[in-house]
């Protein structure tokens, strides 16, 4: 079964149209995490949730938000998409899993293309 | 905050050899060290991983040593397939932090 899931698995927007990527789990995880992966590069972390602690990276864009509304969903909204912001991103928790805390599970990931 | 080097960057085997790739890390206070597995247009799989607390660790044909006094550890891949060919991820979390810091990736093929 599916734990960490995605959606859309690809998206394709407009430069400069927002739009959001979302994730969601069924781990009952208090981590969650949103990475930006580019093509022969290892992930880039975004920002994290612990709970409802927001943790952003000193080095993402503004233009990078995230929403957290309860503990299964965690949405990435990209206010004004660039070509460069075309990558893989990837969605991971992480939880309280006896022996297993330090675990990060990735969803498929998100395809996004930038037109 | 910590530092994760990685190589090789590329390496090729033919099929049944052996493959190494190695990781050296900064932070001393870093204790878990997952190895990832990525296939194209995949999500990154852990395969296996170690604690500080333990120098060896295998699982059938994957195994990784850590050294924690030279602060580097280690994949070994033995009898590899074509089925191992993929970009090989590892990487650190200190105890006290949530994130892990990744190394730069290293693309294994293999061949028949």
């Known amino acids: 079964d599916a734990m960490v899931i995605q959606n859309p698995r690809y998206q394709v927007t407009q430069f400069g149209k927002p739009v959001t990527l979302s994730c969601s789990q069924t781990?009952?995880?208090?981590?969650m995490y949103w990475y930006q992966q580019k093509s022969s590069q290892a992930p880039k972390l975004l920002f994290h949730?612990?709970?409802?602690?927001?943790?952003n990276e000193a080095d993402t864009p503004d233009n990078f938000q995230s929403r957290r509304p309860n503990t299964s969903f965690c949405f990435l909204d990209i206010r004004s998409p660039g070509l460069g912001d075309a990558a893989m991103y990837l969605c991971?928790?992480?939880?309280?899993?006896?022996?297993?805390?330090?675990?990060?599970?990735f969803g498929p990931g998100t395809r996004l293309t930038v037109l | 905050g910590e530092n994760v080097e990685q190589h090789p960057s590329t390496l090729s085997v033919q099929e049944g050899d052996s493959a190494v790739i190695k990781c050296t890390y900064s932070?001393?206070?870093?204790?878990?060290f997952p190895w990832y597995k990525q296939e194209l247009g995949k999500r990154p799989q852990l395969i296996i991983d170690?604690?500080?607390?333990?120098g060896e660790k295998k699982d059938q044909r994957i195994a990784v040593t850590l050294n924690k006094t030279a602060k580097h550890f280690s994949l070994h891949i033995t009898e590899t397939q074509p089925e191992d060919s993929a970009v090989y991820f590892c990487?650190?979390?200190?105890?006290?932090?949530?994130?892990?810091?990744f190394g730069t990736g290293t693309r294994l093929q293999v061949t028949l």
């Open positions: 991971a928790t992480r939880g309280s899993d006896v022996g297993r805390t330090d675990t990060q599970y």
């Open positions: 781990l009952n995880h208090n981590v």
């Open positions: 949730y612990y709970d409802k602690d927001f943790n």
């Open positions: 932070d001393s206070a870093s204790n878990y």
């Open positions: 170690i604690r500080s607390n333990v």
């Open positions: 990487a650190a979390i200190p105890g006290t932090a949530s994130k892990l810091t």
